[in-house]
């Protein structure tokens, strides 16, 4: 690593890098771990999402709330997550269920009240729980008190908080570029005869950051929240906030890239020093709050950008780098593995499968008959690589996608006004077999799945062998095990294209060895890879399905088999 590559990181990044990179080049040193002080606590969190609109019902109405999730935060501290992601529970008309903010500084009825909010955040505190609040910045609602007037006439002290321009000369929109969502970015406003700008639905229309105005309002935003208990924010859509000053048309609108990663809309140099204000903000409050980014990337070089080229942006961009990967592809998980663990310099990467807008891995990976197998091998992946781990509410128990015919069954209404292409992994957290899962007494927003009278939380609360045990155990393990914790990451070669191999490594010289069989057949292996301190011998800790002595030396693993192995300096030869 180069001077000036080692400058970019913290300091407990250094330590770890340099120390894989001497490990990996045949020396005795290993991975130089920084002592737990040095490491701020979402280094190596795992932080549960919550969509708490189908998390947990406790008044009755079908719509989960704040209430519900203070009263499961219990069942989330013996699951042994470290932080909770709330997506916004805002008021919002809900054209996109909360992306579409009305008031960044409340509570929408549907969810409770600030006294909510006021209790979850010091019932979490007593239980070690950190919350972070998902922060919309690139656009509100247009049915924000800012927006309305904005809109009001061209000469409203807030029309540049938004992004206003006159039509072509042709009449039409300023530009051809297209939204995400499908259509125009533009649209018309006939009273002041200018369109505005939207990169998501018309709904919402984009915030203009180069306002310093607005800036500043999005700041106190952010104090609010942090006054009031988060320790942190996740962040939508940032790639978004600037756009090319001179709005040039695309000549590849059809054939180019996505319209989320087009190079006049996403990630300009405006942007980063929005990030880097927005972090400011934050580093002035103690108790080392965290950024958590949505970001629009298609290389690692691109994702260590949004860290800042001093780790002043985003601390924590999520990397969506196994959306790429539809199928259970040994290889490429790795490549993407490895990419990730040694190519940021260092810094804590963010590995994820499962969220609000994309499909459960139970869902895109199983096969119909092995699924337990495959989304325990799924979530032992997540959960064993350096860096901080995300999981999705009911990702713990197995939950699926619900079935298109129990979508197509259920009837619109004014809970649920429009169909959405995300709904079937957004359906209600399954707490039981009883009446609507445990999730409500009335009538739930959106159907339970057919499965929630087999796949719940009570059931496998008293099954050692469930899904639910098995993420408690591997959650237990990463905070336990010093390597699993914050040690190293020693990239390995099974030998087999079907089977993954890793090592996380301690300072001590200690490790565990993961090894993941992505196929449905037995695989033998090869494993390479390792420094000249090479482990003999250790013993398996969890594995997928139980097995007895670990094998090092030549090691098979049963069909969609998951083994992490301990190894101690000792048992090197």
Same mark, same amino acid.
């Given at each position: 690593?180069?001077?000036?590559?080692?400058?970019?990181?913290?300091?407990?990044?250094?330590?770890?890098?340099?120390?894989?990179?001497?490990?990996?080049?045949?020396?005795?040193?290993?991975?130089?771990?920084?002592?737990?002080?040095?490491?701020?606590?979402?280094?190596?969190?795992?932080?549960?999402?919550? $969509?708490?609109?189908?998390?947990?019902?406790?008044?009755?109405?079908?719509?989960?709330?704040?209430? *519900?999730?203070? #009263?499961?935060?219990?069942?989330?501290?013996?699951?042994?997550?470290?932080?909770?992601?709330?997506?916004?529970?805002?008021?919002?008309?809900?054209?996109?269920?909360? $992306?579409?903010?009305?008031?960044?500084?409340?509570?929408?009825?549907?969810?409770?009240?600030?006294?909510?909010?006021?209790?979850?955040?010091?019932?979490?505190?007593?239980?070690?729980?950190?919350?972070?609040?998902?922060?919309?910045?690139?656009?509100?609602?247009?049915?924000?008190?800012? @927006?309305?007037?904005?809109?009001?006439?061209?000469?409203?002290?807030?029309?540049?908080?938004?992004?206003?321009?006159?039509?072509?000369?042709?009449?039409?929109?300023?530009?051809?570029?297209?939204?995400?969502?499908?259509?125009?970015?533009?649209?018309? +406003?006939?009273?002041?005869?200018?369109?505005?700008?939207?990169? @998501?639905?018309?709904?919402?229309?984009?915030?203009?950051?180069?306002?310093?105005?607005?800036?500043?309002?999005?700041?106190?935003?952010?104090?609010?929240?942090?006054?009031?208990?988060?320790?942190?924010?996740?962040?939508?859509?940032?790639?978004?906030?600037?756009?090319?000053?001179?709005?040039?048309?695309?000549?590849?609108?059809?054939?180019?890239?996505?319209?989320?990663?087009?190079?006049?809309?996403?990630?300009?140099?405006?942007?980063?020093?929005?990030?880097?204000?927005? /972090?400011?903000?934050?580093?002035?409050?103690?108790?080392?709050?965290?950024?958590?980014?949505?970001?629009?990337?298609?290389?690692?070089?691109?994702?260590?950008?949004?860290?800042? !080229?001093?780790? +002043?942006?985003?601390?924590?961009?999520?990397?969506?780098?196994?959306?790429?990967?539809?199928?259970?592809? !040994?290889?490429? @998980?790795?490549?993407?593995?490895?990419?990730?663990?040694?190519?940021?310099?260092?810094?804590?990467?963010?590995?994820?499968?499962?969220?609000?807008?994309?499909?459960?891995?139970?869902?895109?990976?199983? +096969?119909?008959?092995?699924?337990? !197998?495959?989304?325990?091998?799924?979530?032992?992946?997540?959960?064993?690589? /350096?860096?901080?781990?995300?999981? $999705?509410? *009911?990702?713990?128990?197995?939950?699926?996608?619900?079935?298109?015919?129990?979508?197509?069954? @259920?009837?619109?209404?004014?809970?649920?006004?429009?169909?959405?292409?995300?709904?079937?992994?957004?359906?209600?957290?399954?707490?039981?077999?009883?009446?609507?899962?445990?999730?409500?007494?009335?009538?739930?927003?959106?159907?339970?799945?057919?499965?929630?009278?087999?796949?719940?939380?009570?059931?496998?609360?008293?099954?050692?062998?469930?899904?639910?045990?098995?993420?408690?155990?591997?959650?237990?393990?990463?905070?336990?095990?010093?390597?699993?914790?914050?040690?190293?990451?020693?990239?390995?070669?099974?030998?087999?294209?079907?089977?993954?191999?890793?090592?996380?490594?301690?300072?001590?010289?200690?490790?565990?060895?993961?090894?993941?069989?992505?196929?449905? #057949?037995?695989?033998?292996?090869?494993?390479?890879?390792?420094?000249?301190?090479?482990?003999?011998?250790?013993?398996?800790?969890?594995?997928?399905?139980?097995?007895?002595?670990?094998?090092?030396?030549?090691?098979?693993?049963?069909? $969609?088999?998951?083994?992490?192995?301990?190894?101690?300096?000792?048992? !090197?030869?």
């Amino acid at each position: 690593m180069s001077s000036g590559k080692r400058a970019t990181g913290r300091m407990w990044s250094r330590a770890i890098m340099g120390g894989l990179l001497a490990l990996l080049s045949g020396g005795q040193a290993l991975a130089k771990a920084p002592p737990p002080a040095a490491e701020p606590w979402w280094a190596h969190a795992v932080i549960y999402e919550i $969509y708490p609109r189908s998390f947990q019902d406790t008044n009755g109405d079908g719509i989960g709330d704040l209430k *519900g999730v203070t #009263q499961r935060l219990d069942y989330l501290q013996k699951l042994g997550v470290d932080a909770i992601w709330l997506t916004p529970f805002f008021p919002s008309p809900n054209k996109d269920f909360g $992306y579409d903010v009305a008031d960044y500084t409340n509570v929408s009825p549907e969810y409770g009240t600030m006294a909510d909010w006021d209790e979850l955040a010091r019932e979490a505190r007593k239980r070690g729980i950190r919350i972070l609040v998902d922060f919309v910045l690139n656009h509100s609602s247009d049915q924000h008190a800012w @927006f309305k007037e904005s809109r009001s006439s061209r000469s409203n002290p807030k029309r540049d908080w938004y992004v206003w321009k006159d039509p072509a000369p042709d009449g039409g929109p300023p530009t051809n570029w297209e939204s995400i969502f499908g259509g125009s970015t533009w649209e018309y +406003d006939k009273a002041s005869g200018q369109y505005y700008y939207h990169i @998501f639905y018309k709904e919402q229309p984009d915030l203009n950051w180069g306002n310093p105005g607005l800036r500043k309002a999005m700041h106190d935003v952010v104090r609010f929240w942090l006054d009031h208990g988060a320790s942190g924010f996740r962040l939508d859509a940032t790639p978004y906030l600037f756009e090319d000053p001179t709005w040039p048309n695309d000549a590849d609108v059809k054939s180019g890239p996505p319209a989320g990663l087009k190079p006049y809309n996403s990630n300009l140099p405006a942007t980063r020093e929005a990030l880097k204000d927005l /972090r400011k903000v934050l580093d002035s409050y103690p108790g080392q709050r965290v950024l958590l980014g949505e970001n629009a990337i298609s290389t690692v070089a691109d994702l260590r950008r949004v860290y800042g !080229a001093k780790g +002043d942006e985003i601390n924590l961009p999520m990397d969506f780098l196994y959306k790429d990967v539809p199928t259970l592809d !040994a290889a490429a @998980f790795k490549a993407r593995i490895d990419e990730a663990e040694l190519g940021l310099d260092g810094l804590p990467p963010v590995f994820h499968f499962s969220n609000h807008d994309t499909t459960r891995q139970r869902t895109r990976y199983g +096969d119909g008959m092995h699924d337990e !197998a495959i989304a325990k091998l799924t979530g032992a992946m997540t959960l064993t690589l /350096r860096g901080t781990a995300l999981m $999705y509410y *009911g990702e713990e128990i197995g939950m699926a996608d619900l079935p298109a015919a129990t979508l197509k069954d @259920f009837p619109l209404g004014p809970k649920r006004q429009v169909a959405d292409k995300r709904d079937p992994e957004r359906s209600p957290m399954q707490w039981s077999g009883g009446a609507n899962a445990g999730f409500t007494t009335g009538a739930p927003w959106l159907p339970l799945h057919p499965e929630a009278q087999t796949v719940n939380v009570a059931r496998q609360q008293v099954d050692k062998a469930s899904m639910l045990a098995w993420y408690t155990g591997l959650l237990h393990l990463r905070h336990s095990d010093p390597a699993l914790r914050s040690g190293a990451y020693l990239p390995l070669n099974s030998g087999n294209p079907q089977v993954v191999a890793y090592a996380r490594v301690s300072k001590s010289g200690a490790g565990v060895l993961v090894l993941l069989n992505m196929s449905g #057949q037995r695989q033998r292996l090869s494993i390479t890879g390792w420094p000249a301190s090479r482990p003999q011998a250790g013993d398996v800790v969890m594995a997928s399905p139980a097995a007895g002595a670990a094998n090092l030396v030549d090691p098979a693993l049963e069909h $969609y088999a998951v083994q992490l192995v301990r190894f101690s300096p000792a048992s !090197a030869k």
